[in-house]
C-alpha cells in the first residue's frame, strides 16, 4: 500500500464521522457560502509569475517544515508578495492542516484560496465552500472518471474553480472533460517520492490549451519556472520553498520580483 493509499483510506472515514456530526444543512448556512468567489484560472492567465504560494506545516515526506508561523502572518505575506493563489492543506494527520487554517486565510487575505485537501466526496466541496474557498484540487490517482465529472460539475456549480491534478498520461487521458479549469502535473512520483520536472514537459504537450496548465512539486528556483514557461505552464505550486523559511510572504516577494526581471 503506498501513501496515497493509506491516506484515502484514512480519509474515507475521516469524512464518514465528519458526515455523521455536521449535516450539508449547516454547511449550506455558513456565512461564506453566499461570498463571490475569485478565480484563481484567470489570476494566472493574466500574471507574469503565475506562483501560487501554500500554507504546508509537515508532509509524509519531509515531516515538520514549519510548525511556528501563523496562517494569518503567511497568508498576509503572500498578499503583499503578489502570488495569484494560496493553496491551504486541509489534510491533519499526513499535514498538520485544518479547515480552520482555511478559514483564518480568508478573514486574513483576499486571494483566491485553494483547498488542498485529498477529496471524495461532495461533501468536502461543500465544506470547502463553506470555509472561504475559491477552488478545489481534484486528484486523478485517486478518482474514477465519473466520480472527476461528478465532483468537478458540483464544484462548477457552487462557482468553485477546479484544479485537476495527474501524475501520468493514462490519469490525463481519463481526466480531461469540460468542467475543469486548470490543469496540473505533479512532479513528484507518489509511490517513490522522487521528483522531475520531465513529468511536466513531457505530459504538457498532450494537455488541451482551453486549460490553464499548472506544475506542481519541486519548483524550487527560477530556473525551474523558465525551464518549464516554454512548454505553456501559467501556474507553478510552490509550497516548501517558501514555508521553510522563517518569512514565507518575504521569500515569495523576492522571487517574484526575481522571476519578473
Same mark, same amino acid.
Given at each position: 500500500?503506498?501513501?496515497?493509499?493509506?491516506?484515502?483510506?484514512d480519509?474515507?472515514?475521516? @469524512?464518514a464521522l465528519k458526515?455523521s456530526?455536521?449535516p450539508?444543512?449547516?454547511?449550506?448556512?455558513?456565512v461564506?457560502?453566499?461570498?463571490?468567489?475569485?478565480?484563481?484560472?484567470n489570476?494566472l492567465?493574466n500574471s507574469?509569475?503565475?506562483?501560487i504560494?501554500?500554507?504546508?506545516?509537515?508532509?509524509?515526506s519531509k515531516?515538520?517544515?514549519?510548525n511556528?508561523?501563523?496562517?494569518?502572518?503567511?497568508?498576509?505575506?503572500y498578499?503583499s508578495?503578489?502570488?495569484?493563489g494560496?493553496?491551504?492543506?486541509?489534510?491533519?494527520?499526513?499535514?498538520?492542516?485544518?479547515?480552520?487554517?482555511?478559514l483564518?486565510?480568508?478573514?486574513?487575505?483576499n486571494?483566491?484560496?485553494?483547498?488542498?485537501?485529498?477529496i471524495?466526496?461532495?461533501?468536502?466541496i461543500?465544506?470547502?465552500?463553506a470555509?472561504?474557498?475559491d477552488?478545489?484540487?481534484?486528484?486523478?490517482?485517486?478518482?474514477s472518471?465519473?466520480?472527476i465529472?461528478?465532483?468537478?460539475?458540483?464544484?462548477?456549480?457552487?462557482?468553485?474553480?477546479?484544479?485537476?491534478?495527474?501524475?501520468?498520461?493514462?490519469?490525463?487521458?481519463?481526466?480531461?472533460?469540460?468542467?475543469l479549469?486548470?490543469?496540473g @502535473?505533479?512532479?513528484?512520483?507518489?509511490?517513490?517520492?522522487? @521528483?522531475?520536472?520531465?513529468t511536466?514537459?513531457?505530459l504538457?504537450?498532450?494537455?488541451?490549451?482551453?486549460? @490553464?496548465?499548472?506544475s506542481?512539486s519541486g519548483?524550487?528556483?527560477?530556473?525551474?519556472?523558465?525551464?518549464?514557461?516554454?512548454?505553456?505552464?501559467q501556474?507553478?505550486?510552490?509550497?516548501e520553498?517558501f514555508m521553510?523559511?522563517?518569512?514565507?510572504?518575504?521569500?515569495?516577494?523576492?522571487?517574484i520580483?526575481?522571476?519578473e526581471l
Amino acid at each position: 500500500m503506498n501513501i496515497l493509499d493509506k491516506i484515502t483510506l484514512d480519509k474515507r472515514k475521516e @469524512v464518514a464521522l465528519k458526515k455523521s456530526i455536521i449535516p450539508v444543512s449547516q454547511l449550506e448556512q455558513s456565512v461564506l457560502f453566499e461570498r463571490p468567489t475569485v478565480s484563481l484560472a484567470n489570476n494566472l492567465r493574466n500574471s507574469k509569475s503565475g506562483i501560487i504560494a501554500e500554507h504546508k506545516r509537515r508532509s509524509p515526506s519531509k515531516s515538520v517544515i514549519n510548525n511556528t508561523l501563523t496562517v494569518q502572518d503567511v497568508s498576509k505575506g503572500y498578499e503583499s508578495a503578489g502570488v495569484c493563489g494560496m493553496s491551504v492543506l486541509t489534510d491533519g494527520k499526513y499535514f498538520g492542516g485544518s479547515l480552520d487554517d482555511l478559514l483564518t486565510a480568508r478573514a486574513s487575505c483576499n486571494l483566491p484560496l485553494l483547498r488542498k485537501e485529498f477529496i471524495i466526496d461532495s461533501y468536502q466541496i461543500l465544506e470547502a465552500k463553506a470555509y472561504g474557498a475559491d477552488v478545489i484540487l481534484l486528484i486523478a490517482a485517486i478518482l474514477s472518471r465519473d466520480e472527476i465529472k461528478q465532483f468537478s460539475e458540483f464544484a462548477k456549480s457552487l462557482n468553485l474553480d477546479v484544479l485537476l491534478e495527474v501524475h501520468n498520461e493514462e490519469e490525463l487521458h481519463k481526466a480531461v472533460m469540460p468542467s475543469l479549469d486548470m490543469l496540473g @502535473v505533479n512532479n513528484r512520483n507518489l509511490k517513490t517520492f522522487e @521528483v522531475s520536472l520531465e513529468t511536466s514537459k513531457g505530459l504538457s504537450n498532450i494537455i488541451p490549451n482551453d486549460f @490553464v496548465k499548472v506544475s506542481e512539486s519541486g519548483i524550487s528556483n527560477i530556473e525551474a519556472i523558465k525551464e518549464l514557461q516554454p512548454y505553456g505552464y501559467q501556474g507553478f505550486l510552490i509550497g516548501e520553498n517558501f514555508m521553510k523559511t522563517d518569512n514565507p510572504g518575504e521569500s515569495a516577494g523576492a522571487f517574484i520580483k526575481e522571476l519578473e526581471l
